[in-house]
């Protein structure tokens, strides 16, 4: 090979490796609310132990891949918070810090009878975000679990030092699609909401008191100090606070979620015509004003639109980056694309 040409050739190469890091996808999922997935289109479905590769893995995420299909109502435990703690607390005093490999057999047989529990948990819901790709949904950015922070107590702020830690309770892709049809909506019901650039941002609504129903789940990924404790001893620069839990006990997957101090669901409008999903452009669609920098548009009626893997409501309250406007639409950002809405869908009309 030529001189010049290899020199062309390896300049091309360096270009490539610079490019990689541009195109990577995303680490945290654009979701900012339930949807109705279509799981028919799902590769990971069948795969109950997702991509775990030991042992304690696998049985993990079997558990954490639980449906909804047999469980049954009647004779649920109702719960507090100190009733949960309660509940968990002898097997939590003899497992401090230890994983599912290193437990004795009569604490594998306390874990196997505690973890076959359906329970219902109360609480208030004051932060709400998407979880980051795990082995459980196969290392999928979009098809996540939903991560609910749910506390003894209301709160008008998010989470800080000095606050009692949450129960963590979680929403799988395998039960999102039966609470999404129950009509409630996290935007609604949760105080605030953590964004994929890891920013918490107000909900405009107040955290509600809401009862959880699902499987009790032993997360010994997360039994450790800097992720168990009483009370959050500091915030770091993501916002994540530590300790961020009570005990590595969750509820997980949920399987039922309902409000108990209010309406907090929204209902899609049948007279609204769907909002139609477009590519995310660089410049205002023909006819349209650029709108000034950060503005926000709020929902303040109900509007189905298209998403990748299915469809899903937008709740009214939701507040979205403004792209464009004209006489009659209001295109915003929503998930990483821009979305065209009806104008007297927001608070534009």
């Known amino acids: 090979m030529a001189i010049g040409n290899l020199l062309r050739y390896l300049v091309g190469l360096a270009l490539i490796g610079l490019a990689i890091p541009a195109q990577a996808q ?192 032993w997360d010994d990924d997360h039994n450790g100090k800097a992720d168990i404790g009483t009370t959050i001893e500091a915030v770091g620069k993501n916002g994540y606070h530590h300790p961020w839990r009570s005990t590595p006990w969750e509820i997980h997957p949920v399987v039922k979620i309902e409000a108990l101090d209010g309406p907090a669901t929204s209902a899609p409008s049948p007279s609204l015509p769907p909002a139609v999903a477009a590519p995310i452009v660089s410049v205002p669609l023909p006819g349209a004003t650029p709108p000034p920098p950060q503005e926000n548009v709020t929902i303040v009626e109900a509007v189905r639109i298209k998403i990748q893997y299915g469809q899903t409501v937008l709740p009214p309250g939701l507040k979205l980056p403004l792209v464009s406007r004209n006489a009659q639409t209001v295109t915003v950002r929503y998930m990483g694309q821009a979305v065209t809405l009806p104008l007297q869908s927001t608070d534009l009309r």
């Open 26 to 217: 995303p680490r945290i999922s654009e979701d900012r609310d339930l949807k109705e997935w279509d799981l028919s289109k799902w590769d990971c479905l069948d795969r109950l132990e997702g991509t775990a590769k030991t042992p304690d893995g696998m049985e993990r995420n079997r558990g954490k891949n639980r449906s909804a299909d047999k469980l049954a109502r009647a004779a649920v435990p109702e719960m507090d918070t100190a009733a949960f703690l309660k509940h968990v607390s002898s097997f939590d005093a003899q497992t401090v810090g230890k994983r599912r490999k290193d437990l004795t057999a009569p604490q594998l047989e306390q874990l196997a009878a505690l973890e076959k529990q359906v329970v219902s948990f109360t609480g208030y819901l004051v932060l709400a975000y998407a979880g980051p790709p795990e082995s459980t949904n196969c290392g999928s950015v979009d098809m996540h679990d939903w991560h609910l922070e749910v506390f003894e107590k209301p709160s008008n702020h998010a989470p800080q030092i000095g606050d009692p830690t949450p129960i963590i309770c979680e929403i799988t892709p395998r039960t999102q699609n039966g609470i999404f049809r129950d009509k409630i909506r996290l935007q609604a019901l949760t105080g605030f909401f953590r964004a994929p650039d890891l920013t918490v941002e107000p909900t405009g609504h107040r955290a509600h008191r809401i009862r959880l129903t699902g499987y009790l789940l």
